[in-house]
């Protein structure tokens, strides 16, 4: 079983930056698919981005394409999800899991971890 560690949420104002980290256990981390997924207050957990293992391809949630980045380091087990020009309406716990694919929609295969509170005030 894989364990999903988030980290890096915190308050921002509208426009600020933050870059989320998520650490994962397992041997074979550089050969998993990975997606951010966010829920916020009253909404369903939606997907952000996800990279593929082969290639790096990623893709995005269409409100945040040219705002966040996703990456990863396989060296490092971790994933990342850069976000820039932050918006209130990106207020949400975020999450990070292995999916079976990196296309849209994503399919989470892992327990959850605790996730990462992003706050953007306006």
């Known amino acids: 079983q894989v364990q999903l560690v988030e980290s890096g949420g915190g308050l921002v104002q509208a426009g600020g930056s933050l870059r989320l980290s998520c650490a994962i256990s397992?041997?074979?981390?550089?050969?998993?698919?990975m997606g951010w997924f966010r829920q916020a207050p009253g909404k369903e957990r939606e997907s952000v981005a996800s990279?593929?293992?082969?290639?790096?391809?990623?893709y995005y949630l269409d409100s945040v394409k040219g705002r966040f980045t996703i990456s990863r380091d396989n060296a490092k087990n971790t994933v990342y999800l850069q976000m820039i020009s932050l918006k209130p309406e990106d207020t949400a716990v975020y999450y990070c899991n292995v999916v079976r694919t990196a296309r849209f929609p994503l399919d989470p295969r892992q327990p959850w971890g605790q996730g990462t509170q992003v706050t953007v005030s306006s």
């Open positions: 990279i593929s293992w082969i290639g790096g391809s990623t």
């Open positions: 397992g041997h074979s981390f550089s050969s998993y698919n």
